[in-house]
């Protein structure tokens, strides 16, 4: 058989599973309601998904795109404009695109980590955002291509794109690839590709095109595994542009660790996180509550151990889901594994969310794979508001970065109040600066590491004596480069007042230098502030005041 006719047969497959009858069922019930006048959110309230929960936007639209096939409804261009989850997309400033690595081992051996052997380890492939990869045999031109497309045709603003590459252990690829790979990436921002016959060009010129390219890269993360985080590998990762590192933590206790075959210790964890710490990488960390050998009390207080020195930018929780084609599944049948209820999940997540410090995002409660994949436990991919509903009966907020983002909102400069927030971590110091809204809303923010003694040394250069800026963020509807939105916070010019405190903080505390880890499409954005090209880095020299 074709492979063409293979991905056309996984494809049906894909949707016949993801939607089943009952699903479309209720989607029409809550599409009916909408175009009576109903709200969005009443409407999903009142007509809940079979599986329980709310049924997931997509869904929605799936059942919209249905009805107008059969030409039972006219096509509604506002009914699709309401159903859709585009406005949240680039609300952050900034359009992601998530691009697969293609199929490949991986060093790690996790007894929970599903294998199919058309997709990286641990993808599956009716995964949304994984099913791309497949469709596009993993090709990064290609995918980076048909998602700007796809992100034009919707009226998105492409600008400004976070790569986001996805794929097993990254640092498991071969170097020409993972070379090759970005390389492609980036021609496919620069809409700019090497004509055949002639020579490719190479990773610094296409980086270096894009510095003015028509998709500028603000962002690019890679995940990979904590042993794999070296001094040598830092320079590596900054050659390739990554700013944003996401590394399985999943338990902070060695016991569960090995119980589980993760292969690597607590230890080395915190060795990998106050490197990339030290090297301005932001850093977001995956946590999974019941693994094998853990109880919901347990989890609460290895969640708290995560907050003592390792302190993550971002965490993803994704609890333990049973997939048939992991090892884990073997203990099920055995009876050494049992998952937690969708209940049980909801109380746990509702108790640790609040204690959740306010400098860290929380990008994800749970893993988005089909109900359909999952043998026991819970189904629900909706549960995020589960657990903000508890929160609000509880009267217990959360206030991670997610639930305090502007989002969209019209930002009063005159109204912002700049906070510090002060903690140490990996053998440093590390301020969170913030633009906060008198409703305590987050405007924008700015990660600044001031190392310390304790802090391990990276090796690079450009860092020798510098405080180091992580991440500038400022919230608002993503606008293109040069157009200016009243009210908007992207553009009210709080980066740079931002940037201005940093330089000031670090100055008084002695730094020679202000580095900044700047992806490629920003650094003319850090050049007009003063910053110049070093090595790896953008670095701004700090003259003590009076020489
Ligand atoms: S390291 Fe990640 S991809 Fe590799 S086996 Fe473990 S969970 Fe799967």
């Known amino acids: 058989m074709g492979n063409k006719v293979v991905e056309r047969r996984l494809e049906d497959w894909w949707e016949a599973r993801q939607y089943t009858p009952a699903m479309l ?67 952050s400033g900034v359009a992601t695109v998530t691009v697969l690595t293609k199929p490949y081992r991986c060093p790690g051996k996790c007894i929970f980590c599903p294998t199919d052997e058309r997709m990286p380890k641990s993808y599956l492939p009716d995964e949304p955002g994984a099913r791309r990869g497949l469709e596009h045999h993993y090709d990064p031109f290609a995918q980076v291509g048909s998602r700007l497309r796809a992100l034009q045709a919707v009226g998105h603003p492409t600008d400004k794109i ?43 010129e296409v980086q270096s095109i894009n510095e003015n390219a028509p998709h500028r890269n603000v962002g690019l993360v890679i995940e990979t595994r904590p042993e794999t985080i070296k001094p040598r590998e830092l320079a590596r990762l900054r050659r390739l542009g990554v700013t944003k590192v996401q590394m399985g933590a999943q338990s902070l206790d060695d016991r569960i660790l090995e119980l589980n075959q993760r292969g690597h210790t607590v230890a080395e964890l915190h060795q990998a996180v106050a490197l990339l710490r030290g090297a301005g990488f932001k850093i977001v960390l995956h946590w999974m509550p019941n693994l094998l050998g853990a109880t919901p009390e347990s989890d609460r207080q290895d969640f708290a151990r995560l907050w003592e020195d390792i302190c993550p930018d971002e965490i993803k929780i994704y609890p333990t889901q049973l997939l048939q084609n992991a090892e884990l599944y073997e203990y099920w049948q055995r009876g050494e594994f049992t998952p937690y209820t969708t209940e049980q ?25 089909p ?8 189904r ?14 509880r009267g217990t907020p959360c206030q991670c970065i997610r639930c305090r983002e502007v989002s969209g909102q019209k930002v009063d400069r005159e109204g912002l109040r700049l906070d510090d927030l002060v903690y140490p971590a990996g053998g440093g110091e590390e301020h969170f600066l913030s633009f906060v809204t008198p409703s305590d809303k ?80 920003t650094r003319l954005y850090y ?3 003063g910053f110049e090209r070093g090595e790896l880095y953008l670095v701004k020299n700090l003259p003590i005041r009076g020489d």
């Open 25 to 91: 069922d209720q989607a029409r019930k809550v599409l009916e309601e909408i175009r009576a006048g109903r709200q969005v959110s009443l409407a999903l309230r009142r007509h809940p998904s079979p599986e329980g929960g709310y049924l997931a936007k997509h869904v929605l639209v799936a059942a919209y795109r249905e009805m107008v096939g059969k030409g039972v409804w006219q096509p509604d261009p506002q009914l699709l404009a309401r159903i859709r989850m585009k406005p949240v997309r680039t609300l």
């Open 162 to 204: 976070e790569l986001l590459i996805l794929g097993g252990t990254w640092s498991a690829y071969r170097r020409d690839y993972q070379e090759w790979f970005v390389r492609r990436c980036f021609e496919a921002l620069n809409e700019k590709e090497a004509r055949e016959g002639l020579p490719a060009p190479t990773l610094a």
């Open 345 to 369: 999940l909801i109380q746990l997540i509702a108790d640790v969310k609040p204690t959740i410090p306010r400098y860290c995002r929380v990008n994800r409660v749970v893993r988005d794979i």
């Open 371 to 378: 109900s359909v994949n999952v043998v026991e436990g819970n």
């Open 380 to 393: 629900r991919t909706s549960l995020r508001q589960d657990v903000l509903e508890e929160l609000k009966q």
């Open 442 to 521: 987050l405007a924008g923010f700015l990660r600044l590491t001031l190392p310390g003694e304790k802090s391990p040394p990276t090796g690079l250069a450009d860092l020798q004596g510098a405080a180091i800026i992580r991440e500038v963020h400022i919230y608002g509807q993503s606008l293109e480069v040069g157009k200016i939105q009243p009210g908007a916070a992207q553009h009210a010019g709080l980066g740079g007042r931002l940037i201005g405190e940093a330089e000031r903080l670090s100055r008084e505390r002695g730094y020679q230098h202000l580095a900044v880890i700047s992806a490629v499409g």
């Open 527 to 529: 050049l007009k502030r």
